[in-house]
């Protein structure tokens, strides 16, 4: 079956730096997308790869390694305002996006 | 950026009553839509994904003829639940494709179901 794994919560501290995790086993492979999504909101595109390697996006990076079926998303200078839920999700063969549970990141000052 | 809206925002029912989702992208013409359904805490479900002037491709499990879904027109796909009942309470949204790139997807701001 279609997987996505990612941790349930996280806390990091206001100006830390913090990275989710994300695996997934997927029936063909055809991108990895990120999404931030604060409670009662709709997500927010965040990053998306296709390629190993990092792509940075200002105070957001996102990596990813295809051999591994493995990706991460790097939050800088963490600001209050990034408390949400940060969602992986994998495009498989069919072009269908499958979607981990999210990850619940708490900052605290 | 593209726009997506989604109306209304939150809906109470009676049980047994209908309730009609509107999704419209506001600055872009969207071909294909897709509708999710997400339960607290928990991912987002793939319910249907919409495509304009077509009959929309339910994934497995959705009930076409309780979750009715149309997309007439270029900018609006339509979701009504029909004869809802407690269980159908959810957090429905809706996306649409990026006109440029096929990565993309823009997400409306949800509709909070709620039926009592």
């Known amino acids: 079956g279609q997987n996505i794994d990612q941790p349930t919560e996280m806390t990091a501290t206001e100006g830390a730096i913090v990275q989710i995790n994300c695996t997934y086993q997927?029936?063909?492979?055809?991108?990895l997308f990120w999404y931030q999504q604060h409670a009662g909101e709709a997500p927010t595109f965040l990053s998306y790869n296709v390629l190993d390697g990092l792509e940075e996006k200002g105070r957001f990076s996102s990596f990813l390694s295809r051999s591994k079926g493995y990706s991460y998303l790097l939050l800088k200078e963490l600001q209050m305002k990034d408390s949400a839920s940060y969602l992986c999700a994998v495009r498989d063969s069919n072009y269908q996006l499958i979607w981990g549970a999210g990850t619940k990141l708490i900052i605290k000052p | 950026g593209a726009v997506v809206s989604q109306h209304p925002s939150r809906v109470i029912c009676k049980s047994g009553t209908s309730v009609k989702i509107e999704c419209r992208s506001l600055d872009f013409q969207a071909t294909t839509m897709f509708w999710y359904r997400q339960f607290p805490k928990k991912s987002l479900m793939l319910m249907a994904t919409?495509?304009?002037?077509?009959?929309?491709?339910?994934e497995q499990g959705v009930e076409k003829d309780k979750f009715l879904i149309n997309h007439a027109s270029l900018t609006l796909s339509t979701l009504t639940v029909t004869s809802a009942h407690p269980e159908d309470s959810s957090f429905y949204i809706c996306?649409?494709?990026?006109?440029?790139?096929?990565?993309?997807?823009?997400f409306g701001p949800g509709t909070r179901l709620t039926v009592t």
């Open positions: 996306s649409a494709k990026g006109a440029v790139y096929d990565y993309e997807q823009y």
């Open positions: 919409s495509n304009e002037g077509s009959k929309a491709t339910y």
């Open positions: 997927t029936s063909g492979f055809n991108g």
